[in-house]
């Protein structure tokens, strides 16, 4: 669950302001930055999404959400962009270090989940990454979606229920 403390009031001239006001949301922006748009440095989605809360900051309503709802659907939204964009950028890795053993059978789970992930509807995809790889509570990532907790519950229902034909869980029973 993301820390929703007290929040000082958005000052639109006031740069230090802002970026105290951001804070508290820079991890799990970077967290879902890295979820969803894999393939481009988390870094520069952040600073996109930082970049147009600054320029919209007048918009935010605190009767809406928290600051960090608000920023964290503008993190989405700049993957979004970046994911559509047709410029991708190179990550170096280093595939030189050899992994430990016990590590195996744990990577290839996790690549056939994010391969399954990576198969759901793009509403679907958000909603799980928001709640289970971000932490949002149902009504946090709610408001991040700008929808209903009904609404997210089906789609995590539904997300679960594929993600579990995807994987093959549904023929062992």
């Known amino acids: 669950m993301v820390q929703t403390e007290a929040e000082p009031p958005l000052s639109p001239s006031d740069p230090a302001a802002f970026a105290q006001w951001v804070g508290p949301a820079l991890v799990p ?4 930055a890295r979820r969803l748009a894999p393939d481009h440095d988390p870094d520069d989605v952040v600073q996109d999404a930082l ?4 320029t919209k900051r ?11 709802t608000w ?13 559509r964009g047709r410029i991708r950028r ?9 992994l430990p053993d016990t590590a195996a059978p744990n990577v ?5 989940l994010e391969r399954a992930i990576g198969q759901l509807a793009e509403r679907q995809q958000l909603t799980v990454h ?3 790889f971000v932490g949002l509570t149902v009504d946090e990532t709610a408001q991040v979606m700008s929808c209903s907790p009904g609404t997210v519950k089906s789609t995590l229902f539904d997300a679960r229920t594929r993600l579990r034909t995807l994987l093959g869980e549904d023929d062992e029973r």
């Open 58 to 68: 007048a918009q935010f309503d605190p009767a809406r959400g928290s600051a960090v």
């Open 90 to 98: 190179l990550r170096v890795v280093d595939d030189t270090a050899e």
């Open 51 to 54: 970049a147009r809360a600054w």
């Open 29 to 32: 922006m970077g967290r879902l």
């Open 71 to 83: 920023l964290l659907a503008i993190t989405a939204d700049q993957a979004r962009t970046a994911r």
């Open 108 to 112: 290839q789970a996790d690549l056939d």
């Open 130 to 132: 928001l709640h289970y």
